[in-house]
């Protein structure tokens, strides 16, 4: 397995900064942030007490300003392993567009400052669950786990489960068995979507030294791990219907979600070692992510009706 050098990247003790706002918005992944910001909506929005509406924006932004600073610093940490790699190489890091030091800063300032408007103006169960998120995700996953075991992403994968939580918590200051439910099944789904990802680029974290399933207990054990996710995913997505926080229009499409990805699964599982062209892999890596937001869309889309339907026939 190939090894890089472990040390940050060299910077001048006094510079003047070259990045632009489009840089430090990068840092922030804006991809990923968007899914954090719509579970945690998700989240705010299914539990059973109304909020009043500038505190959920409030709620919603910190959520996100969190997010994006665990990203910052996970930029800042993996600067050198990002450098080798084809998916990471242009980020602003390891491209020379923000400096280390920038990076960590910034993402050090995001932290506290979304934690502690989310404690003063929202409450406190909420903010300090956020704050156990980003050093989850900043800490835990990515300076330890991620270089150091192939359940890296297993582990570390509460970290972007615990969105809907927060949201939740926001409203109700409490942790209750749905909100858990919704964490199960982003976490039973990262390592089945990453692992996917992992097959059809693992020569890119062969080349960072990145102990990823593929890589070390191979692909044919890889693929036998993805379906066995699947196969308790699927049933999990349709917890809610079968416990009665959610109708039956979500339950229908839970079921049927899952059903899809099973059988996606499945045609990794059937893929032949050695695969170069990595067609199944590649197809559930793009269906885990409709999966994901179909998932959630509907449980907001049913608990509003629901919701809605409750006024009514009082």
């Known amino acids: 397995m190939a090894l890089v050098d472990d040390t940050r990247i060299d910077e001048p003790a006094f510079r003047v900064s070259e990045a632009t706002a489009g840089d430090f918005f990068s840092l922030l992944k804006p991809r990923v942030m968007s899914l954090v910001v719509f579970t945690a909506f998700v989240g705010l929005a299914a539990a059973p007490v109304a909020i009043n509406p500038f505190l959920a924006v409030v709620a919603i932004l910190a959520i996100a300003v969190g997010a994006g600073a665990s990203g910052a610093l996970n930029m800042w940490y993996d600067a050198d392993i990002d450098a080798v790699m084809s998916r990471t190489a242009t980020r602003p890091v390891p491209s020379g567009r923000v400096a280390p030091g920038e990076a960590l800063v910034f993402g050090l300032v995001l932290s506290a400052l979304s ?124 917890l809610p219907w079968y416990l009665g926080y959610v109708g039956a229009v979500y339950g229908v499409a839970a079921a049927l979600l899952g059903a899809g990805f099973v059988w996606y699964s499945w045609k990794v599982l059937r893929m032949r070692d050695g695969d170069r062209a990595m067609k199944p892999a590649k197809a559930l890596f793009g269906y885990s992510l409709l999966y994901l937001f179909a998932i959630f869309a509907v449980y907001l889309a049913d608990s509003v009706a629901e919701r809605a339907l409750g006024l009514v026939g009082a």
């Open 115 to 238: 934690v502690m408007t989310l404690g003063v103006l929202v409450n406190w169960l909420s903010a300090a669950l956020l704050a156990f998120t980003i050093f989850f995700y900043a800490v835990v996953y990515t300076i330890w786990l991620k270089r150091s075991t192939p359940q890296n992403i297993v582990i570390g994968g509460a970290a972007g489960a615990f969105p809907p939580v927060i949201g939740w918590a926001a409203v109700t200051g409490s942790v209750s068995l749905e909100s858990v439910i919704l964490f199960l099944i982003i976490f039973l789904w990262t390592p089945p979507h990453f692992w996917a990802l992992a097959l059809f680029k693992s020569g890119d974290y062969e080349r960072a030294g990145i102990p990823m399933m593929p890589n070390v207990a191979g692909e044919a054990s890889t693929r036998r791990q993805i379906f066995a996710y699947a196969l308790v995913l699927a049933p999990v997505g349709v």
